[in-house]
């Protein structure tokens, strides 16, 4: 596991634990981010709902983000934004890899912890708040980016000017239908400012996973 005095190191001045609140952040907000939030929580309540909860919303996109990615055995492996259930994470660690997990959310994290806890992976999953924004992801193999990350379109462009070649870094992107009932978009696209290999699935619910990798041997920073 990669030291967390690396990880958390400020790394950008504009990490600051109040940067919700500076004005325009709802406009940045995934749509589903509330009900997302709201689901989340009842996930929390017992192992029963919260596998539930995994196996409607999670388990199919995973299992296609999963074989897409495919990850190095022992992979380093970083998932921004896990919210107080932390799915993601959970689902890797059942897969053998250890985990780094952060959400700047001080109470999701302790909630997750506590879930982390109950379902035996403590060892294999390391749980910290942090803005998304201020971790280095240099030294990681493997990136997982949850879909209400906020701000969503920053912390994916900072990632990609930092993963290492070879890395993976996943993203998804709300359904098309949920957008245009909703009338908002918060969809990213970074086909045309970073020359890595894309591919893409979508999941049964319809959420899109992009899966990206660095294949080139220099940096994403050349790239903007």
Not at 69 to 92: D, F, K, M, Q
Not at 101 to 126: F, H, Q
Not at 128 to 134: A, D, L, Q, T, V
Request: proline content about 4%; some cysteine.
């Amino acid at each position: 596991m990669i030291k967390l005095k690396k990880v958390l190191a400020r790394t950008d001045i504009s990490c600051n634990p109040d940067y919700k609140r500076k004005p325009g952040f709802k406009k940045r907000v995934s749509p589903f981010f509330n009900i997302a939030q709201h689901l989340e929580s009842l996930a929390v309540c017992s192992h029963r709902v919260s596998s539930l909860y995994a196996n409607i919303f999670y388990t199919d996109m995973l299992d296609k983000e999963f074989t897409l990615a495919n990850l190095i055995e022992r992979a380093s492996v970083l998932h921004i934004g896990c919210g107080s259930c932390p799915c993601t994470a959970l689902y890797l660690a059942q897969k053998g890899y250890r985990v780094d997990a952060c959400d700047c959310s001080v109470e999701a994290v302790n909630k997750a912890r506590a879930l982390v806890e109950e379902e035996g992976y403590s060892s294999k999953i390391t749980i910290f708040s942090r803005n998304g924004k201020c971790i280095d992801c240099s030294t990681y193999d493997a990136v997982w980016i949850s879909l209400n990350v906020c701000p969503k379109e920053d912390i994916i462009f900072q990632a990609l000017n930092k993963i290492k070649p070879g890395a993976k870094l996943i993203y998804r992107n709300n359904p098309r239908w949920l957008e245009k009932a909703l009338f908002k978009s918060s969809q990213v696209n970074v086909k045309e400012k970073y020359p890595f290999k894309v591919t893409k699935a979508v999941s049964r619910l319809g959420a899109e996973s992009v899966v990206i990798e660095n294949n080139h041997y220099s940096s994403g920073r050349c790239c903007g």
